[in-house]
């Protein structure tokens, strides 16, 4: 098989910009250090936002700023932050010889237990011998991540490192240093008084000029912009340069996959949720430095803006009024909440408004305010049952004095006391309260309901639709909520025309086209009724793929005129993919008698308490995704290869092929799809004589990626690492990739291991995704995962075409696989169909990959699809398939 030329993208996303031409927008940053290190300022902090582009920077001043005088040594205090003054100290000694490239033998490097006695011997005795070898240049040390000193339980570290090193500089005229600061450092104010007199600057968001060289300029000559297309770019990144990649990388991305190189504001607009999906290891690691505090009132911001279009003249006043309504009042911390907000990159200074519109489509799909709120009252309910604890202390003792006293004339006076211990207690009630933020006799927050007029319970119905609700709000769409009104008012013909509009509206949202199918249903009378249950809450890009599948073979079904007049209904489920939620969302459809099979749920922790449910109602399910091999029933069946599939076909490649003797498994053992994986490569691997030497677990608290790289390389003498990471932990695996790219290019540069390579990759399919290619693509370079279905493959590539037609897009094995359930049970229904008859027909099932994804559908006896997982591999920045299976 042969492959057109691959054109690379040239957007960089999850790693610092190391190539000059490609670095655009600091200038001043740079002016700004060269003009105060040649006034000789011993001391400059520049401080920033998460993802801002810092390391970026630090990387590039050494190439921008006075070379002639200065020579940079970049060290990230963060490798280092848990160690001794004397170990960080021997470490930058052996940075500044190494990065420097100068003649360790001639330079004698102090030991940890020659500073530990005299630690000044660094000053007086090391950088003297680096001088002498440099000749008249001057040293500039780049310290990054320098706030990670300040953590409480580093205080000695802190105290230590940061009065020895402005005691250095002060008294060394050769010795400079540009400290990179993160503004969310609580002792960021500390750092700055200690450096009282040094130059400070932020690095902030990119004026407009530079991001539209930003935008421009790496695909020149590849891609055309339309001014209203960077317009657009503009709105949604708000200049902040991490963002603008992002969006870059998801346009190139779209433009390579329809062969169309003009970008228009619609190319832009279309790819939202990719870029999104792209940027969310950064947009976590944006969001995980905030506070609870700041996170509500983020999430607050996101959503006044979702549903109102005024401005937020009186800030905060009018988000803490808004908070009202979901049970939360103004306290100081949210108060000042809002202020740090503003004083960085996330709310507007005059406006309020979440400054960068990506960040703010995130918002509201990732950690929508109800979610937030919730956070806090878990945390009240700790609080208060501690204070209640108190109080009810309190009265108990009080009664009991009342109920033993007898004497007639201190009986009223322990009776006021009483009282007053009363409202004493009261009082504390409601200052426990107010400090605790949520207050239960307020409105419970979307999504639940009241019950015994107190409790707030969760609302199983509101996360179930035919068309009488959006699962997706945030998704704006005038003729989905016209047809919404009308399909709740049962005028179901004028429900299907607005929803048809709604279609041309949105090309590629399935939900709206589901709707449309289900209004001629109803329409038509006697509609045969399927659910599908998705993870709307926090996999929504997972959820749409899902839907998409499903929604392709609805609307085919529909349009060939149903079986026997009566056209199919589906009925859209969310289950957050949260076990309890899936458990009652499962039970839900259940008690639905009209429900004849389920399409679902997401991940196989999902799945397996669902499962339960339909099981004693004997209800079919067929999952397109959960592939854990602890699942199994008479009523499950599944059209995803199963985990003993996927680990059988890894296990045999990197044994066969790869001729890998031992290997190291990273893991999560407290998901059933990762200790399942695990379980079926390791069995396969060592039955063909290969040795799992560990398997790490990628939840512990301590997990430290480029240790256990190391650890796995030099001590284990692994050859591959292998990575199943649940949905939760990729971010983690891909640091692991990070880690394993680092370690490979020092054994490249090292003479001592000439010969030594770096550990290969192999991995599951959640790494399947844009995310693991805009994490840096030589990091992930030769990355090989088995996964259930790749458009490229020759049998792939019809369905790939038309599905892509349909929806505007490239699909990915999601919809494949959703798809193919759909017709499974559209093949197993009968002229008057019941749950038993679904049942019985599935078990049948014989469809040819004309009436597929690509491949024949047929379930063994087990309920599993007789298929093989698929082998691709990273090949520049996209996913190829295996030479060997072409």
């Not at 005059?350 to 806090?376: A, F, M, S, Y």
């Not at 059988?648 to 190291?664: G, Q, T, W």
């Not at 014989?846 to 690509?854: A, H, K, V």
Request: charged fraction near 25%; glycine fraction near 6%.
């Amino acid at each position: 098989m042969t492959h057109s030329p691959v054109r690379r993208n040239p957007y960089i996303i999850g790693r610092p910009i190391n190539e000059p031409e490609l670095f655009v927008g600091r200038e001043s940053i740079f002016r700004f250090v060269e003009d105060n290190l040649r006034r000789g300022e011993k001391v400059i902090l520049l401080d920033g936002q998460r993802r801002i582009g810092k390391s970026s920077v630090l990387r590039n001043i050494p190439k921008f700023v006075a070379s002639d005088e200065f020579v940079f040594v970049p060290f990230d205090l963060e490798d280092y932050s848990q160690e001794q003054l004397s170990s960080i100290l021997v470490a930058l000694a052996k940075e500044i010889i190494e990065h420097l490239e100068l003649d360790a033998a001639k330079i004698r490097l102090p030991s940890i237990a020659e500073l530990e006695t005299e630690p000044y011997i660094f000053s007086s005795k090391f950088l003297p011998q680096v001088y002498e070898a440099l000749g008249e240049k001057n040293i500039v040390l780049l310290f990054d991540e320098f706030d990670i000193l300040d953590s409480e339980y580093l205080v000695p570290v802190f105290e230590d490192f940061l009065p020895y090193l402005q005691s250095v500089i002060e008294l060394d005229n050769k010795l400079f240093t540009v400290l990179f600061l993160g503004r969310q450092s609580p002792d960021l104010p500390k750092l700055l008084s200690l450096f009282k007199d040094a130059p400070y600057q932020e690095i902030g968001l990119l004026d407009e000029v530079s991001v539209k060289r930003l935008i421009t300029k790496p695909a020149q000559g590849i891609l055309e912009y339309e001014p209203d297309a960077i317009k657009a770019i503009l709105e949604l990144s708000a200049g902040h340069p991490y963002f603008t990649q992002v969006i870059c990388f998801a346009i190139f991305g779209r433009a390579r996959d329809v062969d169309n190189w003009t970008v228009t504001r619609a190319d832009v607009e279309s790819v939202v949720d990719k870029a999104i999906e792209s940027a969310e290891a950064g947009l976590a690691w944006f969001w995980d430095g905030l506070s609870l505090p700041e996170k509500v009132v983020f999430s607050a911001a996101a959503e006044a803006q979702k549903i109102s279009s005024e401005k937020a003249d009186k800030f905060p006043e009018n988000l803490l009024n808004l908070l009202k309504i979901y049970g939360v009042f103004r306290t100081e911390s949210l108060v000042k909440a809002a202020e740090q907000l503003v004083e960085g990159v996330f709310l507007d200074n005059k406006t309020r408004k979440v400054k960068i519109e990506l960040v703010r489509c995130w918002l509201v799909k990732r950690h929508p305010l109800e979610q937030e709120v919730d956070e806090l009252k878990k945390l009240e309910k700790v609080e208060l049952k501690t204070v209640n604890y108190s109080i009810s202390e309190q009265l108990s003792a009080q009664k009991q004095e009342l109920a033993n006293t007898v004497s007639p004339s201190n009986a009223l006076a322990i009776k006021q006391r009483f009282l007053l211990g009363t409202v004493a207690a009261i009082g504390l009630i409601s200052f426990a309260v107010w400090l605790g933020v949520y207050r239960l006799v307020m409105p419970c927050p979307v999504g639940e309901n009241k019950e015994l007029g107190f409790f707030c319970i969760a609302d199983t119905s509101i996360n179930i639709s035919r068309g009488d609700r959006t699962l997706f709000p945030i998704t704006g769409n005038t003729n989905r909520d016209r047809g919404i009104a009308a399909f709740k008012k049962g005028n179901y013909s004028e429900a299907a025309q607005f929803f048809k509009n709604a279609v041309v509206d949105n090309r590629n949202d399935p939900e709206v086209l589901i709707y449309y199918n289900n209004a001629l249903a109803k329409q038509q009378g006697s509609p045969i009724t399927l659910a599908v249950v998705v993870p709307v809450d926090n996999r929504e890009p997972m959820a749409k793929e899902i839907l998409r599948g499903v929604a392709q073979a609805q609307n085919q079904f529909n349009q060939k005129g149903g079986l026997n007049g009566r056209l199919l209904e589906i009925v859209i489920a969310n289950d957050g993919n949260k076990p309890e939620q899936a458990k009652q969302i499962a039970a839900e459809l259940v008690k639905d008698k009209s429900v004849l099979g389920v399409i679902g749920h997401y991940s196989s922790d999902a799945t397996k308490p669902a499962l339960d449910e339909y099981k004693l109602a004997e209800v079919a399910i067929i999952s397109p995704t959960s592939t854990s091999t602890s699942l199994q029933g008479d009523n499950f069946f599944r059209t995803v290869s199963s985990d003993a599939t996927a680990g059988k076909k890894l296990a045999e490649y990197a044994r066969k092929s790869l001729n890998l003797n031992s290997v190291v498994i990273f893991y999560n053992p407290d998901s059933t799809y990762s200790d399942s994986l695990r379980e079926e490569f390791t069995k396969n691997f060592e039955k063909l004589g290969g040795s799992v030497v560990r398997k790490i677990d990628l939840t512990e608290p301590k997990f430290d990626p480029e240790t256990e790289v190391a650890k796995s390389l030099y001590e284990d003498n692994a050859q591959a690492v292998v990575l199943f990471p649940n949905t939760q932990n990729t971010d983690v695996a891909l640091k692991i990739v990070t880690a394993n790219a680092q370690q490979t290019a020092r054994l490249k540069n090292s003479p001592q291991n000439p010969q030594r390579q770096g550990l290969k990759l192999l991995g599951g399919d959640t790494l399947y995704s844009q995310t693991t290619l805009g994490g840096g693509v030589q990091d992930v370079e030769g990355l090989i995962l088995a996964v259930p279905w790749f458009r490229e493959a020759r049998e792939a590539k019809n369905f790939a075409k038309k599905a892509a037609d349909q929806w505007r897009i490239s699909v990915n094995w999601r919809t494949a696989t959703s798809y193919d359930a759909t017709q499974a049970f559209i093949q197993a229904l009968s002229p008057n169909p019941t749950r038993a008859t679904v049942l019985r027909g599935l078990k049948n099932i014989n469809l040819p990959e004309s009436q597929t994804s690509g491949y024949p559908l047929k379930f063994t006896s087990e309920g599993e699809r007789q298929s093989e997982a698929i082998l691709v591999k990273v090949v520049g920045d996209k996913f190829v398939l295996l030479e060997s299976q072409k």
